[in-house]
């Protein structure tokens, strides 16, 4: 993921910075590492082996990568380098939602036996504060001199393209052209809002602004139960906002299982948050108190005020303003048109991460840009063949409390596709660990396919879903099976053992009465 901003905005210096809020020191050291305010571009020396357009995650490793086998590369990035993981993204909200689960935990301290003396209490400007340090330090790994340390030109303007091998960088200090033999569109995507009403000329937070607060709003509305909705609603609430979290669909997650999102709605109704779901006719007011939020839901009609609203409703793609045209690359509001190897309709240039992907994950961007390096810069047949996106395993995460995280097929897709499925769920309230830990509301769920023990899919809800779901992800990517997990031993007591237990139920399920009472004979034969 990249933070090229919208079309037709310059990258100057001034304005990066301006964009990075509050101008304290670690804000300014991160600003330093990833748009240095005496970088001067490079002069061109030639055809560039591959140009990379956008310096978020699937240009970093492009470029990187690239570099590393001895390619000559030249990464564009006309805001922060980083993109909108390091800056506005996976970053900065986890470090929130750290601090969120922090102060949550002190406030149950008493289920635990333990007694916190009364007025204890937090202070959001330095959970903020701590955010701010943490990514300015993760940045260094992102840095501009780090990069060209690394081989990689680093090039801070806004790129266009010219024609089908040509870019034009406007910086600063003015403007460069490259040539290539290949390039990447790494360009990302940047949050977008629905046309509710009132909206705009009321004015609102997205990801990419709700990182500068340093004051907590004492009501907030949010619109949105996605992953960065219920994330973000979830951990302000904690906090002590007063949060309305309001969604046009049914409940939460409304991607995920129905169960394994009612279990994380009923954690964040506990911890404050008041959900409007199934809301129509959404409308947004000014008024002297604040901002109105007017929406039915569940055939009741609700003004709620608030002193802020974030919307966490969508992404749309970068895609206007740099030249896709010139350069015979096709596209539409989903992003570039790219085939399995990730190329456009240009051979010669390739796309990666949010700008052409369904999946706007860092992760996915990373996976991405590794098959661009495969295909872009190997020569073949000579090199290690074609990659394809086709061949992903896909794995995610909605980093709520608890987490729910989710790899391969839902049932319903499998069959949608005509699949024969056996479905098994093993809930956490039967795991020793999760009781113990007082984490004991979830599941593991794991979808196989009929008459054999291929993994299609897997869900867990739980609170460290995230680190527990790679073992299925694993699994489905090497084609080991369900058998592979029924035969590695899991270390007691964990709250991972929970993917060896769901696992049992279908060695158990497989395990026919016709082979029992087989056994039951052989036995008493032995005994003989």
């Known amino acids: 993921m990249t933070t090229q901003p919208p079309p037709h905005t ?60 001895g390619a000559k590369v030249a990464l564009i990035e006309q805001h922060l380098m980083g993109g909108d993981c390091l800056n506005v993204g996976c970053v900065p909200s986890k470090g929130v939602i750290r601090a969120a689960r922090a102060w949550a935990d002190l406030r149950r301290a008493t289920d635990f036996g333990l007694h916190v003396p009364p007025g204890v209490t937090y202070d959001f400007g330095a959970v903020m504060a701590r955010m701010r340090k943490l990514r300015a330090r993760i940045s260094r790994n ?34 460069r052209t490259l040539t290539f033999v290949k390039a990447a569109v790494c360009t990302g995507a940047r949050a977008s809002a629905p046309p509710i009403p009132g909206l705009q000329e009321t ?50 997650m409304p991607n995920e299982d129905r169960d394994a999102a009612e279990i ?65 690359v096709e596209y539409d509001k989903h992003g570039i048109t790219v085939n399995a190897r990730l190329q456009t309709t240009n051979p010669s240039i390739y796309a990666a991460g949010d700008v052409c992907s369904r999946y706007k994950f860092t992760h996915a961007a990373d996976a991405m840009a590794q098959i661009v390096i495969q295909n872009a810069v190997f020569p073949h047949p000579f090199g290690l063949g074609y990659a394809s996106v086709d061949s992903l395993v896909m794995p995610w995460c909605t980093f709520t409390e608890p987490e729910v995280a989710h790899v391969g097929m839902y049932e319903k897709e499998a069959q949608e596709k005509g699949l024969d499925v056996e479905t098994y769920t093993y809930t956490l309230d039967e795991v020793d660990r999760a009781i113990l830990d007082g984490e004991d509301e979830g599941f593991a769920r794991v979808h196989i396919q009929k008459g ?23 699994a489905m990517k090497t084609g080991a099976g369900a058998k592979a997990i029924a035969g590695t031993i899991h270390p007691y007591p964990t709250q991972a053992e929970v993917n060896k237990k769901v696992i049992n139920l279908w060695r158990k399920a497989h395990f026919t009465q016709r082979t029992r009472e087989f056994l039951i004979k052989l036995f008493a034969w032995m005994r003989r």
Request: aromatic fraction near 6%; charge should be negative; proline fraction near 4%.
């Open 10 to 69: 310059s990258g100057r210096t001034e304005q990066a910075q301006s964009l990075v809020l509050p101008h304290d020191e670690y804000n300014q050291q991160l600003v330093a590492n990833v748009h240095p305010s005496d970088w001067v571009n490079p002069e061109p020396t030639g055809r560039y082996n591959i140009v990379v357009i956008g310096g978020g995650t699937a240009g970093l490793i492009t470029a990187v990568v690239g570099a590393s086998l």
């Open 142 to 175: 992102d840095s501009v001199q780090r990069y060209t340390k690394l081989g990689v030109d680093v090039y801070l303007g806004s790129g266009r393209f010219l024609g089908p091998t040509t870019v034009q960088v406007e910086g600063p200090a003015g403007n």
């Open 203 to 252: 004015g609102y937070l997205t990801n990419e602004t709700v990182f500068s607060l340093t004051e907590l709003p004492r009501r907030l509305g949010v619109i949105g139960a996605g992953p960065i909705g219920c994330e973000l609603a979830q951990s302000f609430a904690r906090f002590g906002s007063q949060v309305s979290l309001i969604e046009a669909m049914h409940g939460i």
């Open 264 to 328: 994380v709605e009923q954690q964040m109704i506990r911890d404050g948050v008041t959900l409007l779901c199934c809301g129509k006719d959404l409308r947004v007011e000014k008024s002297d108190g604040g901002k109105r939020l007017i929406v039915d839901s569940h055939g009741g009609h609700y003004d709620v005020t608030v002193d802020d609203i974030l919307v966490g409703t969508g992404r749309t793609p970068n895609v206007d303003g740099i030249g896709l045209e010139a350069a015979g």
């Open 452 to 474: 054999t023990d291929k993994i299609l899919g897997a869900t867990i809800v739980a609170a460290h879903a995230g680190e527990m779901i790679s073992e299925f992800s694993v």
